[in-house]
């Protein structure tokens, strides 16, 4: 049932992400140098929604939504900065190159097989690196949350806004995304 759940979800994702006009790498890069930020604006109110839906989810049913925190470490950072590269460079993120690539958009099967290209050496070396201070150099604690509230197996995660209520903290943000999509305008150029 999870792999059947896996690709209906997968598949409305990646059909929400063509109808959006995320598959285009020019409404990507377009967004990106801001000159339109139409797409922004949708990425910004999903996030909100979704913020909200998942932790009122969380709220009603403790420990029952999957959160898998990952370790915030300089390691992210650095790979942060490399897949920003390659969403400017390209005009694809992962999920928007394989949307495309069903599309049939021949730079989003060189994109696709680039990115698994180099999944492949990072894999090969992964054991050079994971003693190294890329992997040691833990921030904000490692796995951290902004709202309280995030538990997996029944512990907590370390969580930043320690005040308010987690579900609170995620209704403040969601509403704040949704906030900042309406308000923002579809051109600054």
């Known amino acids: 049932m999870e792999i059947i759940l896996a690709i209906l979800l997968g598949g409305s994702f990646g059909y929400v ?13 377009d967004m990106l140098t801001l000159t339109d930020l139409k797409l922004a604006k949708e990425i910004l109110f999903s996030i909100g929604v979704a ?14 939504a999957h959160f898998s925190v990952k370790a915030a470490y300089l390691g992210v950072f650095v ?12 005009g694809f993120c ?7 690539m069903g599309e049939g958009r021949k730079d989003a099967i060189m994109y696709v097989l680039g990115g698994l290209f180099g999944a492949y050496l990072f894999a090969l070396s992964f054991d050079s690196l994971k003693y190294t201070l890329i992997y040691k150099m ?17 512990n907590e995660y370390h969580h930043l806004v320690t005040f308010l209520p987690g579900t609170v903290t995620a209704l403040i943000i969601g509403l704040f995304f949704i906030y900042l999509a309406k308000k923002l305008p579809e051109r600054l150029r």
Do not use: D
């Open 51 to 64: 913020t909200i839906i998942v932790f009122l989810y969380n709220g009603i049913f403790p420990g029952q």
């Open 138 to 154: 833990a921030i904000l604690g490692g796995k951290t949350t902004l709202a309280a509230g995030v538990t997996r197996h029944g």
């Open 17 to 29: 992400l063509q109808r959006i006009g995320a598959t285009n790498p020019t409404r990507i890069i």
């Open 94 to 100: 992962p999920g928007t190159s394989v949307s495309a």
């Open 79 to 90: 790979g942060g900065l490399i897949f920003g590269l390659g969403f400017a460079i390209g």
